[in-house]
T-cell receptor, first 110, second 116 residues
Framework: DAKTTQPPSMDCAEGRAANLPCNHS???????VYWYRQIHSQGPQYIIH???NNETNEMASLIITEDRKSSTLILPHATLRDTAVYYC???????????FGTGTRLTVIP | DAGVTQSPTHLIKTRGQQVTLRCSPK?????VSWYQQALGQGPQFIFQ???????QRGNFPDRFSGHQFPNYSSELNVNALLLGDSALYLC???????????????FGEGSRLTVL
């Protein structure tokens, strides 16, 4: 699986959009970009995934660059409950195991 | 609909002992994976069970073993515990459909193991 690079930490003001970047320059054509988050003392929670098109769901939006070498997770209106570690993972289509890095610790500030 | 449930939530063992952790997958899921998460690190894949067999394994020694039961629940066993085995152990479930895993993994809250 391709390796991902994320900033170790970010802050975001409550109510503002949180934009979390991820680099995956060695991604292969059959690898998806997945985002999970882990709130303190809980198990990771799925957020969103995509292959090459931008995706949006009730939690977030995922923007993938045209060359697929990077992506951005957008939380449109961050709340205090969005404070968590966010993991960007590339995953081969159909593969069940995930390879987590150390993620980005997002702190939403009141 | 209950999600992934794990037990116990916390436990303390001493070096050399053995531990068994348990996981019940989300309803409708047939595959269980186990992850180890050391403090400050991301989860690391241990192994995965499907149809009561170990299908994939990460870079963990044979001291880590598992089992899956006919009802899809699973156990993780760790023998000869080391101090470095102290971690949060996470169980994740998913569904294999047509030979490809579909959808996201659902994780439990984890079992926190402390080895003294």
């Amino acid at each position: 699986d391709a390796k991902t690079t994320q900033p170790p930490s970010m802050d975001c003001a409550e109510g503002r959009a949180a934009n979390l970047p991820c680099n995956h320059s060695t991604i292969s054509g059959n690898e998806y970009v997945y985002w999970y988050r882990q709130i303190h003392s809980q198990g990771p929670q799925y957020i969103i995934h995509g292959l090459k098109n931008n995706e949006t769901n009730e939690m977030a939006s995922l923007i993938i660059t045209e060359d697929r070498k990077s992506s951005t997770l957008i939380l449109p209106h961050a709340t205090l409950r969005d404070t968590a570690v966010y993991y960007c993972i590339v995953r081969v289509a159909g593969a069940n195991n995930l390879f987590f890095g150390t993620g980005t610790r997002l702190t939403v500030i009141p | 609909d209950a999600g992934v449930t794990q037990s116990p939530t916390h436990l303390i063992k001493t070096r050399g002992q053995q531990v068994t952790l348990r996981c019940s997958p989300k309803s409708g899921h047939d595959t269980v994976s186990w992850y180890q998460q050391a403090l400050g690190q991301g989860p690391q894949f241990i192994f995965q069970y499907y149809e009561e067999e170990e299908r994939q394994r990460g870079n963990f020694p044979d001291r880590f073993s598992g089992h899956q039961f006919p009802n899809y629940s699973s156990e993780l066993n760790v023998n000869a515990l080391l101090l470095g085995d102290s971690a949060l152990y996470l169980c994740a479930s998913s569904s294999l459909a047509g030979g490809l895993y579909t959808g996201e993994l659902f994780f439990g809250e984890g079992s926190r193991l402390t080895v003294l």
